[in-house]
């Protein structure tokens, strides 16, 4: 079992993807409709258990499924250093701290960020989040994010630093 302090993936059994292999990764999942989370869910479960990706590799991959990147997730993307998953745990290593905006709120992420990729009640969720936060008068950490149902509608509960906050998707 992989617990929340895990460190990323080292030694002889880490596999190194290719550009040809994670961008048949980001195919399958392209082709999957859904919510952001969702599709970051399916993303970085099939990465595989034990893996590190360049951040070159990953843009390159990006690039060659036409996936576009703009506005703040370019500045996200372009200072990924290196992606790492060991079981469900995954590293984000940036080059540096990650200040920006997105949908008119601002958000930093450290330059490591850790999350857990999992199901619960049989819904995708990022838990056990560190390095991510957005700013309301002061910066609130980002402690996990899931998709719910309610009323037919998907959310996303984000739980914060500072509470429980349900935003619609769509």
């Given at each position: ?19 040809s ?18 599709v ?5 479960s ?6 590190t ?19 703040s ?22 080059v ?10 601002h958000f930093?992420l450290k330059?490591?960020?850790?999350f857990?990729?999992v ?8 838990t056990?989040?560190?390095g ?6 002061v910066?609130?950490?980002i ?5 719910k ?13 500072e509470?429980?906050?349900d935003?619609?998707l769509?």
């Amino acid at each position: 079992m992989v617990t929340s302090d895990s460190t990323p993936p080292k030694g002889d059994n880490v596999i190194s993807l290719s550009v040809s292999d994670v961008a048949d990764i980001i195919s399958r999942v392209k082709g999957a409709a859904g919510d952001p989370i969702s599709v970051a869910t399916q993303l970085f479960s099939a990465l595989g258990e034990n893996v590190t990706i360049s951040g070159d590799t990953f843009r390159q991959a990006l690039a060659a499924c036409a996936v576009p990147v703009v506005g703040s997730l370019s500045d996200v993307v372009s200072r990924i250093g290196e992606v790492a998953k060991l079981g469900n745990r995954v590293t984000l290593t940036n080059v540096q701290e990650i200040q920006s905006v997105l949908n008119g709120k601002h958000f930093r992420l450290k330059a490591e960020v850790t999350f857990n990729v999992v199901e619960e009640d049989s819904l995708p969720a990022l838990t056990n989040i560190s390095g991510v936060s957005v700013h309301e008068l002061v910066w609130i950490d980002i402690r996990s994010m899931q998709v719910k149902q309610n009323g037919g509608t998907k959310i996303v509960r984000v739980v914060t630093s500072e509470g429980t906050k349900d935003v619609a998707l769509g």
